[in-house]
C-alpha cells in the first residue's frame, strides 16, 4: 500500500495567526512602559520568519533595543507551542479534501510532527481529522518529551517510523528542513510545500526531490506517480 508521511503544521494547519498573535503579545509585553514601538504588520513578520530571521532581529525591526529582543526572543519560544494560541491556527483550504482524496484512493495516511501528543490530539479533533489518522499512525512527542532540535526530533521520529511501518512505497510531505532532512536520512522522496513556514529560498537549500504550492499539488504528484508505477 502506498504511503504518505505527513507534517501536520504548514501541510495541514496554518500557523501564521498563531505565530503573529505570540509575537504581538511578546512585543507589548516586552517594550517598557511608553517605549514607541514600531509592529510590524502580519505580512511583514511572516516574511521575515518564512526567511529565517531570527527572533532578536524581528525584536530589533519593530523597536527593541538589544537586550528586550533577547527577552522578546526567549518569552516567544515558550509561548507560542502554549495551549491558549493552538485555537488560532486554521485548516489549509485543500487539506482535507486533499487528505479525502489520498484515502480514497488507497493511500495510507501517517502524520508526524514536533507537536506533543495532546496538542496533536486536540487539533486533529477540533479539525474533524481524527478519521485520516488513525492512532497507530500518529507520529509525534511524548507530553513530557525534552525538546533538543527539530532536526534531530523528526530525524528521531522517522527512524522509529520506518522501523514500526511495513515497507510500502512512502513519500515525505513537510514544509521545513526538519522534514527533508529527516526524509533523506530515510532515502524517501521528500516533497516540500510553500504553504508552512519555510519560503522557495529556505528550502531549496536542502534540495528536497519536490517543491510545490500545497498539499493539493503533492496529492496531485503522488496520484500520477502511483498511476505510473502499477503494473498495467
Not at 495551549?83 to 495516511?109: N, W
Request: aromatic share 8%; glycine share 4%; with cysteine.
Amino acid at each position: 500500500m502506498p504511503r504518505l508521511i505527513t507534517d501536520f503544521d504548514g501541510p495541514i494547519v496554518d500557523v501564521s495567526e498563531r505565530y503573529y498573535l505570540v509575537y504581538q503579545y511578546c512585543l507589548t509585553t516586552i517594550a517598557r512602559p511608553g517605549q514607541t514601538i514600531t509592529p510590524l504588520t502580519k505580512p511583514e513578520f511572516w516574511s521575515l520568519k518564512r526567511s529565517r530571521i531570527p527572533e532578536t532581529q524581528i525584536g530589533v525591526n519593530s523597536g527593541l533595543d538589544d537586550s528586550q529582543a533577547q527577552d522578546f526572543a526567549q518569552l516567544r519560544r515558550i509561548t507560542v507551542h502554549t495551549m491558549p494560541y493552538f485555537q488560532h491556527d486554521l485548516i489549509i483550504p485543500c487539506a482535507r479534501a486533499a487528505l479525502q482524496k489520498l484515502q480514497s484512493t488507497g493511500v495510507e495516511l501517517v502524520v508526524m510532527t514536533m507537536r506533543r501528543t495532546r496538542e496533536l490530539d486536540f487539533a486533529l479533533s477540533n479539525y474533524g481529522l481524527d478519521r485520516f489518522f488513525r492512532p497507530e499512525q500518529r507520529y509525534c512527542l511524548a507530553n513530557d518529551y525534552i525538546k533538543t532540535q527539530d532536526i534531530e526530533d523528526k530525524t528521531l521520529l522517522m527512524q522509529k517510523a520506518m522501523q514500526e511501518l511495513l515497507p510500502d512505497q512512502t513519500w515525505m510531505l513537510g514544509d521545513t528542513e526538519a522534514d527533508i532532512i529527516a526524509a533523506q536520512s530515510q532515502n524517501l522522496p521528500a516533497i516540500a510545500v510553500l504553504s508552512g513556514i519555510r519560503d522557495q529560498t529556505q528550502l531549496s537549500a536542502y534540495s528536497p526531490n519536490y517543491i510545490l504550492d500545497d498539499i493539493a499539488a503533492a496529492t496531485d504528484l503522488i496520484l500520477e506517480q502511483i498511476l505510473i508505477s502499477s503494473p498495467s
